[in-house]
């Protein structure tokens, strides 16, 4: 039994935990209450995540980053969303954006723009989402014609979650109308590129830090070196982009009940009723059990579908989709446990439960709904497509 190769973080990764988590406590969490409350970008948090190259951990240590694994990166994001939900989007959303070049970009790509990505000269966000398709992506209508030794893109994106303070975008773009998802093909667009604009924040029920914007493409002129991979290969991109990515948003949502779950704990253990702390309380006692014991299942989760990310496992697409449905789903629920254990001091904006409540929601939905995860992974498990024990 001494043998038994026992789970556990490394020395390395544990590391990680401890370094985001004492950034965060420091210099994240003191403003997630006031960015919420504002909805303003967490500047505080960006500035922080940057100075020590968390902001885009993933970004590998030849174009200049730190070089991260899946699970550091995914480590990285989980802590910050603990503290902020809307500060993890920062990591979050670079490595979605700039996954394609990781996936499918010349070296000529990887190395201007994840160089300049390492460099914090700006973020990456993803534009794949459109008002008339959500789900279902291949009904997109922005087009990319090609001019010479040009593309130029005309369209609406939608949904764009950091539109306007990213500087980079990786665009989807129909340049093959007759082909359907083989007429997809994946550009990066500048924000400083003639004919780009952005609309209005939307107005959120949460994630209220991280701006979601449409993005207008009018003619936009970019060279023809800036499509990523080959013409007609931007929806195979796209989808195993999302394949890693989901993982991103399990730990966001791992980060998320973590902090509730931490927050309810203390609570239960100072809050007095019938002379005792409500932690004394069986049936309470029952529902924090049952909230720790859910976390720690969709963390194990979501580690479990990083590690297949790093080495490109052939059942990456069902642990992607397992780990982001699954994750969410409870966080869903441990955030609203931790409303009710507060009572009625949850249900106010005096306390750091509604608002995970809030951001929660979110990572049922976007990335895919947790109903599209659920197609996506009875299609793998029919195509016998996952581990075998």
């Known amino acids: 039994m001494s043998d038994f190769p026992l789970f556990a973080l490394s020395e390395e990764h544990q590391a990680v935990r401890e370094a985001v988590r004492d950034l965060c406590d420091a210099k994240v969490a003191p403003y997630a209450a006031a960015v919420d409350e504002e909805a303003r970008y967490p500047r505080e948090a960006a500035e922080a995540l940057q100075s020590v190259d968390f902001h885009a951990p993933h970004v590998p240590e030849e174009y200049g980053g730190a070089g991260a694994d899946a699970l550091a990166t995914v480590i990285v994001i989980e802590e910050v969303a603990r503290a902020c939900a809307s500060s993890s989007l920062i990591p979050a959303v670079n490595k979605l954006g700039s996954m394609p070049l990781l996936l499918a970009g010349s070296e000529e790509l990887k190395k201007k723009y994840l160089g300049a990505l ?3 000269e700006g973020g990456f966000s993803y534009c794949l989402s459109e008002p008339e398709a959500g789900s279902d992506a291949v009904s997109m209508k922005t087009r ?5 030794d040009h593309w130029v893109l005309d369209g609406v994106k939608r949904w764009i979650t950091n539109a306007g303070e990213s500087e980079f975008y990786t665009v989807m773009a129909v340049t093959d109308p007759g082909a359907r998802a083989k007429g997809i093909s994946a550009f990066v667009v500048e924000q400083g590129d003639e004919g780009i604009s952005f609309g209005a924040p ?3 029920l949460g994630i209220k830090g991280s701006p979601t914007r449409e993005v207008y493409l009018d003619k936009v002129r970019i060279p023809a070196d800036r499509m990523i991979g080959d013409e007609g ?8 982009t999302l394949d890693h990515t989901r993982v991103t948003i399990a ?3 791992v980060g998320i009940a973590q902090g509730a779950v931490d927050y309810a704990l203390a609570y239960a253990q100072e809050r ?4 005792k702390p409500i932690a004394d309380f069986q049936g309470l006692q029952f529902l924090l059990a049952d909230m720790g014991m859910k976390v720690e299942a969709a963390r194990q989760l979501t580690y479990a579908a990083a590690g297949r990310s790093e080495r490109g496992d052939a059942d990456l697409t069902f642990f992607g989709a397992a780990a982001k449905c699954f994750a969410s789903d409870v966080a869903m629920e441990v955030t609203t446990d931790a409303v009710q254990v507060l009572g009625g001091y949850g249900y106010t904006r005096d306390y750091p439960v509604e608002r995970m409540m809030r951001d929660a929601k979110i990572t049922q939905i976007y990335e895919g709904t947790n109903q599209v995860q659920r197609i996506v992974m009875a299609r793998q498990l029919l195509a ?3 581990s075998k024990p």
């Open 118 to 120: 390492a460099r914090g």
């Open 144 to 148: 990319a014609v090609r001019d010479g």
């Open 202 to 204: 939307e107005k959120k």
């Open 233 to 240: 290969t931007g929806f195979e991109t796209a989808m195993r």
């Open 251 to 253: 730990a966001q949502a």
């Open 272 to 275: 007095q009723q019938f002379g």
């Open 384 to 386: 016998g497509v996952q």
